[in-house]
């Protein structure tokens, strides 16, 4: 267990309404990371986090702002919702162990936008 | 092309069974490899990270093949509880800068009885 949450679990809205979710984890790692999955497509990176304040796009990001104030959230936003954007949404935190790297999921969004 | 390419499922196996998942990726200078395992409308998770010598894991045994490019998945014995989807998965940056990962889209296992 990664100490990894994220909520709503379940989310709908409708278009053109902004949403945001949230991504909290306790165990004080420095990188964190929002991700979609869609069917035919796989996870796709939307944005990442390297530090509190520290952000980058990912390959998906158009749509779609994070913040990043805190070391233990990570706010992925919406700014005006799409009915593309309905998807299910994981957010990951990321390990070195030793020489090796591991990422580690939370449980998921399921955004239905409408 | 895809960055990561997996068999194409469903894998429709008896109980006891061994199955093996291959997986292609493109970039060659991909970092690390690993192997997730997705429950149906659950997070992916780590099954094993993928190491240049080959690994092993109980019943799961990974191989990597940097020339061809190639990754491979043995699971051995299936259990009904190895029904799931198993994504082939690559990190296209070294280990101390953080993760770019490059999803396989997956490929689907089901075990019967």
């Known amino acids: 267990d990664a100490g990894i949450t994220q909520s709503p679990r379940h989310k709908v809205t409708e278009t053109g309404t902004p949403v945001t979710l949230r991504c909290h984890q306790t165990e004080n790692h420095r990188y964190m990371y929002w991700y979609r999955q869609d069917p035919g497509h796989g996870l796709r990176l939307i944005h990442y986090s390297y530090g509190v304040k520290d952000t980058d796009k990912g390959e998906v990001s158009d749509g779609y702002s994070v913040s990043r104030s805190k070391t233990e959230d990570f706010l992925l936003t919406l700014e005006s919702a799409t009915s593309s954007q309905t998807s299910v949404y994981f957010c990951?935190?990321?390990?070195?162990?030793?020489?090796?790297?591991?990422?580690?999921f939370g449980p998921g969004t399921r955004l239905t936008v409408t | 092309r895809k960055e990561v390419e997996q068999d194409p499922g469903p894998f429709n196996v008896p109980e006891g069974a061994t199955v093996a998942f291959n997986c292609t990726y493109s970039n060659s200078a991909s970092q690390s490899f690993f192997w997730y395992r997705q429950d149906c409308r659950k997070e992916p998770k780590l099954l094993m990270s993928?190491?240049?010598s080959g690994n092993e894991d109980g019943r799961f045994t990974a191989q990597l093949n940097r020339a061809s490019q190639y990754i491979s998945l043995l699971i051995r014995d299936s259990k009904l509880s190895d029904s799931a989807t198993y994504l082939c998965?690559?990190?296209?940056?070294?280990?101390?800068?953080?993760?770019?990962?490059?999803f396989g889209q997956g490929t689907e296992l089901s075990v019967k009885p």
């Open positions: 993928v190491y240049s």
């Open positions: 998965v690559v990190n296209l940056v070294p280990y101390n800068q953080g993760g770019k990962l490059i």
């Open positions: 990951a935190i990321s390990e070195v162990q030793g020489l090796s790297y591991e990422q580690y």
